[in-house]
């Protein structure tokens, strides 16, 4: 079952002070992801904030785990199959389904119904839920339409697209106009900004000398842009990105679009907005 978090009922009316006109709340299931929730949970906390600024009404199932990506990625479809039919149930009253990740979100919507497709009736329940999922920003700029962010960045990013969301979901202009609204930010593209980082799941640890050449080439777009800090979808990539980065000895920031949009970048002053 979906438990409402801060949202309010579906029977009235609320006005969306991020969208043009007041609009009937929409009553989205937030998808956290099993490495936010384990990782960096804040970014789910931006991703909540942002959509209740959307004038949404959030519900976050509390025993939502994993969507099965990393056995499907390895090929241990049992796995993945029992992970994916629990998220179905889980989400099943959701009208919408969104997450802060573009492979978690891509894997439910590209993914489920191939996993099913030897069994029509969860095949058809997997179609359902990805017809209503979504990538937060995918979901920000078209379906809930916003115009105007809540945060605030005084500074120069760099944004890189995450394989997933980019080749899966189309997630490209998305993220882009969104930081287009955030007040103080400057866009500077690196080159090779489509340029897949070296993570990819397995692949990082199967392929562990190509990946580390992949992410040497990505920090080095980063630091060639000149930005203060890099921006993306999915986590699974800013923990490689800012690993390296680290290694490196480059200080260069590694921020989830969620937390920048929401202001919710653990900064003080100009460099954010009002923060959790």
Same mark, same amino acid.
């Given at each position: ?61 509390? #025993? ?41 979100? *891509? ?23 990805? *017809? ?22 005084? *500074? ?44 990819? *799941? ?20 980063? =630091? ?11 986590? #699974? ?5 800012? #690993? ?17 949009? =929401? ?14």
């Amino acid at each position: 079952m979906c438990a409402d978090v801060h949202g309010t009922g579906d029977a009235t009316l609320a006005a969306n002070p991020l969208s043009a006109q007041p609009i009937h709340p929409m009553r989205v299931g937030l998808l956290v992801t099993c490495l936010v929730d384990m990782m960096r949970p804040n970014i789910g906390f931006a991703a909540l904030d942002l959509l209740e600024s959307a004038g949404c009404s959030v519900v976050v199932p509390e #025993g939502q785990t994993c969507c099965g990506q990393p056995g499907w990625n390895s090929g241990d479809r049992e796995s993945a199959k029992a992970l994916s039919e629990k998220l179905i149930a889980e989400f099943a009253d959701c009208p919408w389904v969104v997450a802060p990740s573009g492979s978690c979100a *891509g894997m439910v919507r590209t993914h489920y119904p191939e996993l099913f497709r030897d069994d029509p009736l969860m095949r058809e329940k997997a179609r359902a839920l990805a *017809g209503r999922t979504w990538e937060l920003t995918d979901f920000l700029a078209n379906v809930a339409k916003v115009h105007a962010v809540p945060g605030r960045f005084s *500074g120069t990013l760099t944004y890189h697209d995450t394989c997933s969301g980019l080749r899966e979901l189309g997630v490209k202009a998305q993220p882009r106009r969104l930081l287009a609204m955030l007040p103080g930010a400057k866009l500077q593209e690196m080159t090779g900004c489509e340029t897949c980082c070296g993570f990819g *799941g397995t692949f990082a640890v199967k392929f562990s000398e190509i990946s580390t050449l992949m992410a040497d080439q990505k920090c080095e777009n980063i =630091a060639a842009s000149g930005a203060d800090a890099v921006v993306l979808g999915d986590l #699974g990539c800013m923990l490689n990105i800012e #690993g390296r980065l680290r290694k490196r000895g480059d200080a260069t920031r590694v921020l989830h679009i969620a937390e920048v949009l =929401a202001g919710d970048t653990g900064d003080t002053g100009e460099a954010s907005g009002a923060g959790r």
